[in-house]
């Protein structure tokens, strides 16, 4: 089990997740419509959610030193890259593991 944390017009919240943690992207933005669709996240509820609002987001799979598998939808920043040296720079910081990059 995984906890997915979704980000979408400012608000988040997490959901615990009952999926491998190594899913697709294409999975995960799927089932992140649902959620947001369904209402699963408290203040994430928007009944008529596109089928494509996460398109263009990113997905980021962490590992927190406990052990607890962390899977983030987040939207994409105008600044840095994704496994650039900010990020691994933020993660070192947060104690948190990437799974995979560079």
């Known amino acids: 089990m995984a906890v997915l944390n979704i980000?979408?017009?400012?608000?988040?919240?997490?959901?615990?997740?009952?999926?491998?943690?190594?899913?697709s992207d294409a999975d995960i933005r799927?089932?992140?419509v649902e959620v947001v669709r369904s209402g699963g996240i408290r203040g994430l509820h928007l009944a008529n959610l596109p089928d494509n609002a996460f398109a263009n987001?990113?997905?980021d799979r962490l590992r927190a030193p406990g052990g607890e598998e962390r899977i983030y939808l987040r939207p994409k920043v105008p600044f840095g890259a994704p496994g650039g040296a900010s990020e691994?720079?933020?993660l070192?910081?947060?104690g948190a593991a990437p799974t995979r990059g560079k």
Do not use: C
């Open 30 to 32: 799927r089932i992140a």
């Open 92 to 94: 070192a910081s947060s």
């Open 57 to 59: 987001y990113v997905v």
């Open 7 to 23: 980000t979408y017009q400012g608000n988040s919240g997490d959901y615990d997740l009952e999926i491998d943690y190594a899913a």
């Open 88 to 90: 691994r720079e933020a």
